[in-house]
């Protein structure tokens, strides 16, 4: 992360994408952990939390939105799982288009491929969709699932332990 000052500076964002359990938040837990032991505050959250937080918290909503933004790194995990109602989608708009304004790094995980990103189903979609790809280059995780790996070796653990 000695190249954060120039990720910083003109703004360079990913988009994790690939299967699931193929590492991306752990990778973009990585780089959050590697920012903040330089006390660069990292924001790494998900949408369920900022809809719940918009929808429930008692902070003004501006100003929760205005303090995702100031992080110098914000990390929305999982984007692309809150789809469904219009009210979710217009929440999921500000964030991203505060970001965009703002012209600080995001970090993306999904598990969208960017042609599907890329061909958004609505215009609403395709509002969100494309600054994101305007701020993220896509960053491709192949392999195989790590959990199921590790589901597969706790149950041989077990299968000794009964024997
Ligand atoms: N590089 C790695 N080395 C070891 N374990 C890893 C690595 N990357 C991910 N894991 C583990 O594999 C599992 C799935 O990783 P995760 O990042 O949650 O996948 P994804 O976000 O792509 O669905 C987690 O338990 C995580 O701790
Ligand atoms: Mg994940």
Redesign the pocket.
Known sequence: MEKWETVRSENLGYL?W????????????CIANALMEREIPVCMTNFATILNHLFYGSENRNAYIVRLCSYPLLIL??FGMERGTEYGLEQVYNVIDSRYISKKPLIA?T?LTPEQLKNPEDVPHARIYGRLLEMCTPVR?TGD???KA?AQQKMERLKKLME
């Open positions: 994790l690939g299967n699931v359990g193929s590492g991306k938040s752990y990778f973009a837990g995990d999982d995980t598990n995780f699932d790590f959990r590790a």
